[in-house]
């Protein structure tokens, strides 16, 4: 029944019905913006942080993985980053799956 009635309203907000058609442009408007503040702006914030880690990132740092891996950043080239996870053994990672910088506590 509600969305019966939703459609009519919407559809005399579309015939020329002003006082609907300014709800429907408000709504519109509000919807648009609910996106922009709880989807878009904040996935844009965590890319512009990634970007500025993936600069910043240096060798010698301490990283970890997306899946949970430690390590320290021995090489890096224009889409990967080597990371040695123990004394013997190097892997090579995408930049793309670094979750950050990884700070030991030194009171351990």
Known sequence: MFILASADTVSSAL??????????????????AL????????QRKQKQEKNKLMSAMSVGDEIYSIGGILGTVTRIKDNTVWMRVSEKTEIELLKSSIGGLYKRNTEE
Do not use: A, D, K, Q
């Open 15 to 32: 015939t020329g019905g002003t006082g609907n058609s300014t709800m429907l442009i408000v709504y519109v408007v509000f919807l648009v």
């Open 35 to 42: 996106f922009y503040f709880l989807l878009i702006r904040p």
